[in-house]
Structures are given as structure tokens and as C-alpha cells.
């Protein structure tokens, strides 16, 4: 064994190496936001591309073929593909928490988001040159969410805490999810066109907006009053119950439209009724909430994209009331500026919000936005604007609607660009996870 003289000390040990700095596709394995989030990131972008160059072409007098409805391919791949998967990584990172749970392994959730990778690669060239091929795809993405849903769920249950409700309609709403998306491959394997329309609108008012209704009104009265701690973070479960029940009689509308259309003109003025009382009531809670408090300063952007995108929900809502008395009373609809208003704007909004934040805490960063980043959401915001217009006025369709699309596959490749970045990167605090 070595010795050293008295007058001489043994030299320091050896710092440990700090973690390699460059992007690695292994570090997506370390923590569950960063494997979902990145695989997420992808699909975005690439679906958001892709239907940009469909309306393009579309603009330029081509068509590209097709093997199932444009209108619904682009609802299977926009509503399914990449929302999903967002969730997987904001739900296997927060739900833990929620239901005070170990943290989970990024490598238990690798085959169901393989799954879903995989089944929308199938799903993409299938909708242009085999609907057997997008069904296929559809199932092996019906296949992974079950791997998911299934892991979430033993989470669900062994955790004890008094308060699991917003859980536990998570996984209800991730449940009808699987349902929508077996029912849509089965629609594609029979070519049964109204069922796969069906489908879609379970996905989206039964699977989707449930998802993010239940995460905004457990999440967002809580950031805010973390911000802002003279609000009350007020959420009582009433409210909850209220909002989910105006999304499930527009599911239930909406799937019903899609196999037995056109519905009766009572039940439309009913379904109107109940939209306009949630518009109401959903506009007065984003006041409630602290939307213009959001608005004061730079300091709070951050919270105010999370207000914006709330305030979507509300207005697609209205509009949806609108849309169903004009029909209710024989008159043209609003046609998709409510759908529009649900998907680009509160469910597109509140995602680049949420996996902003998150994002930016969990790779150890501040919690801010910087000018980029405000830039691309406002660039969000008008897209959806644009795409609202579109709708309301036909004469100007065209060219709002690909203002639309350019500006939501800008914003959403940008965004991915840079916010994937961190996903493969250490944390900037040198922190694991």
C-alpha cells in the first residue's frame, strides 16, 4: 500500500465526471416525460407536416390518393397520434405523485410507446394506399394504449390516498380512448366510414377532452395560486362533474350524428341548451381562475398560455351552441370552427402549454418563457384563429385555412425542435431524472 510522506498530503479524489452534455438517445429511458414527450414531439411534428402538404398540394390542384376519407384520416392522426402519447408523459410523471406512488421506470412504459409508434407508422401510409393497412396500424396502437392504460391502472389501485378523483377520471376517460381506437380499427378494417366517424368524436369529447378537462381543473387553480398566492385555488368537484357532463352529452351527440345523421331538431336545441350553460359557466371560470391576472406582466406568461388555452374550451362550446340552434331552426351550421375550436385551441393550446412547463421543470430550467417561446405560442394562437375564420367564412376558406396550417406546423415544429432538444440532454442543474 502506497504512503506519503508527513509533509506531503494526499492529493484530492477525483472529482466525478460530469454527464456527457451532448444529446443521447438512451437518456429518453430516464424518466417517463422524457420517453413520451419525445416520441410525442415526433408525431406532432411529422402529422402536422403532413397535412400541411396535403392542403398545399390540395391548393395547387393535386390530390393525393386515398384509401380512407381525407376528412377522417386527418382526424384519426391528428386527434390520436400524438395526443396520446403526451399524456403518457405527463401522466406517468404527475399521476404518481397524484396518487403518492414510486416514481415509475421509463423502461416499463418502452413497449407501449413502441406500440404506438409503430401502429401510426402503419396508419400513415395505409390512410393513402390501404385502409386494411391503417387498420392494422390502428390496432397496434389499440394494442400499446391497453400495455399503458393497464400499467396506470395498477398504480391506480394500490394507491390509497383519500383523493383519487381526478385519477380515476383519467383513467375512465383513458378507457373510452381504447375503446375509440379499437372501434376505429375495426371501422377501417370493414370500411365502414360513419363508424370511424363515430369513433373519432368518442376519441375526442369522450377520451381527449376529458383527459385535459380533469388535468386543468386539478392543475391549473394550483399553478395560478402558486403564482399568484392571493387567488384561492378554487376547484370544488361540482364544477368537474359540471364540465364532464357537458362533454359527455356532446360525445354522445357527436358519435350519434356520426351514424345517424342528421339528428332531430329537439335534440339539437336541447344539446344547444346544455353547450351554451357550459360556455357560460367555463368563461366565468377562467375569470374566476385569474385569466386577466395572467396577463400583467412577462413574469406570468407561462401561466397565461395554460389561461389561454382554457379559454377554447368555453368558446368551442359556444360556438357549438350556436352551431346546433342554427341547425335546431333549419339554418346552415358553424360547420368544424367548433371542433376546431376543442382540438387546435384548447386541446393544441393547453398541451404546448403544460409539456412547456413541465418540460422546463423537470430538465431543471426556469419556469419562464422567454421570446421564442411566447412567439411560437402566439403564432399558436392565430393559427387557431385562422382556422375558426375558416369555418365562419367559406368565401375566405382557402386561404385562412392554409394560414392556419402553416402557422400550426411552424409553431409545432418549432416547437419540437427545440423542446425535444432537452429531452435527450442532462438536466440543466445536473440533477438525475
Not at 477525483?14 to 422524457?34: D, I, T, V, Y
Not at 398560455?305 to 358553424?334: D, E, I, P, R
Request: glycine share 10%.
Amino acid at each position: 500500500m502506497a504512503t506519503f510522506p508527513l509533509h506531503m498530503q494526499a492529493p484530492p479524489p477525483m472529482p466525478p465526471a460530469p454527464p456527457q452534455s451532448g444529446w443521447r438517445l438512451a437518456r429518453l429511458l430516464s424518466a417517463p416525460h422524457r420517453l413520451g414527450f419525445f416520441s410525442a414531439a415526433v408525431w406532432l411534428a411529422l402529422s402536422a407536416l403532413w397535412w400541411g402538404a396535403v392542403l398545399l398540394a390540395r391548393a395547387c390542384g393535386l390530390e393525393p390518393p386515398w384509401a380512407v376519407a381525407p376528412a377522417q384520416a386527418h382526424g384519426l392522426l391528428l386527434a390520436f397520434s400524438f395526443m396520446p402519447l403526451f399524456i403518457v408523459g405527463f401522466l406517468f410523471t404527475a399521476g404518481p405523485r397524484w396518487l403518492a406512488q414510486p416514481e415509475v421506470d421509463a423502461r416499463d412504459l418502452l413497449p407501449g410507446v413502441l406500440a404506438l409508434l409503430m401502429g401510426w407508422l402503419l396508419v400513415l401510409p395505409g390512410v393513402h394506399f390501404g385502409a386494411p393497412l391503417a387498420a392494422a396500424g390502428v390496432a397496434v396502437a389499440a394494442g400499446g394504449w391497453a400495455l399503458l392504460l393497464r400499467r396506470y391502472l395498477h398504480i391506480l389501485r394500490a394507491s390509497q390516498v383519500a383523493d383519487r378523483l381526478h385519477a380515476q377520471i383519467v383513467a375512465g376517460a383513458a378507457a373510452y380512448g381504447l375503446l375509440a381506437l379499437a372501434l376505429a380499427a375495426f371501422a377501417l378494417w370493414q370500411g365502414q366510414a360513419a363508424l370511424l366517424g363515430a369513433a373519432i368524436q368518442l376519441a375526442l369529447w369522450g377520451f381527449l377532452a376529458p383527459v385535459f378537462t380533469a388535468v386543468s381543473h386539478r392543475m391549473l387553480p394550483f399553478f395560478t395560486q402558486a403564482v399568484l398566492p392571493a387567488l384561492e385555488a378554487w376547484r370544488p368537484e361540482w364544477l368537474l362533474v359540471a364540465m364532464l357532463s357537458a362533454l359527455g352529452a356532446t360525445a354522445l351527440a357527436g358519435f350519434a350524428s356520426a351514424l345517424w345523421s342528421p339528428l332531430p331538431a329537439l335534440l339539437l336545441a336541447a344539446l344547444a341548451l346544455v353547450q351554451a350553460a357550459a360556455a357560460g359557466l367555463l368563461l366565468w371560470l377562467a375569470l374566476r381562475w385569474g385569466l386577466l391576472h395572467s396577463l400583467r406582466g412577462k413574469g406570468l406568461r407561462l401561466l397565461a398560455m395554460l389561461h389561454g388555452g382554457f379559454v377554447w374550451l368555453g368558446l368551442a362550446f359556444a360556438l357549438g351552441a350556436a352551431s346546433n340552434a342554427l341547425q335546431a331552426a333549419g339554418q346552415a351550421s358553424l360547420g368544424l370552427a367548433p371542433l376546431h375550436a376543442l382540438t387546435m385551441g384548447y386541446l393544441g393550446c393547453t398541451l404546448i402549454a403544460m409539456i412547456t412547463r413541465v418540460s422546463a421543470g423537470h430538465s431543471g430550467r426556469p419556469l419562464a418563457v422567454d421570446g421564442p417561446a411566447w412567439a411560437l405560442y402566439l403564432l399558436l394562437q392565430a393559427a387557431v384563429l385562422a382556422r375558426v375564420l375558416a369555418a365562419l367564412w367559406p368565401a375566405q376558406a382557402t386561404p385562412l385555412t392554409l394560414a392556419a396550417i402553416g402557422g400550426w406546423a411552424l409553431a409545432c415544429v418549432s416547437w419540437a425542435l427545440r423542446y425535444g432538444s432537452w429531452l435527450g440532454r442532462p438536466r440543466a442543474d445536473g440533477r438525475p431524472g
